[in-house]
């Protein structure tokens, strides 16, 4: 199982971005998908999760209202929509699954270990 992330990059304050996960080796659909970020010298933080089989969503307070979670069957893809973004979202952004269909469980997994995350900066 492979889950990738990527769409990250420099952005203004106030502006947006788009961040995909592919999987290969699961379908996204069957699972709970979880965005987690780790900012400089910081430990990780869980950001959203959406499980459709549960058919659930989750989002930290910090980012409620800003963030948006979605997946596209077709594409076997995950993305979170970013917008109203500030410095502090500033971190390398991953995408993980403990393969249960519930956002609890997978917010809350013991992580050893995280794949290739992509940079999100935010800056003037």
């Known amino acids: 199982v492979q889950l990738q992330a990527s769409g990250g990059g420099l952005v203004q304050p106030g502006g947006s971005l788009r961040l995909s996960c592919a999987a290969s080796?699961?379908?996204?659909?069957?699972?709970?998908i979880g965005w987690f970020r780790q900012a400089p010298g910081k430990e990780h933080e869980g950001v959203a999760c959406i499980s459709r089989s549960e058919g659930t969503t989750y989002y930290a307070d910090s980012v409620k209202g800003r963030f948006t979670i979605s997946s596209d069957n077709a594409e076997n893809t995950v993305f979170l929509q970013m917008n109203s973004l500030k410095p502090e979202d500033t971190a390398v952004y991953y995408c993980t699954t403990d393969l249960s269909v519930s956002c609890g469980s997978a917010m809350t997994f013991n992580y050893g270990s995280w794949g290739q995350g992509t940079l999100v900066t935010v800056s003037s």
């Open positions: 080796g699961i379908t996204l659909d069957d699972y709970a």
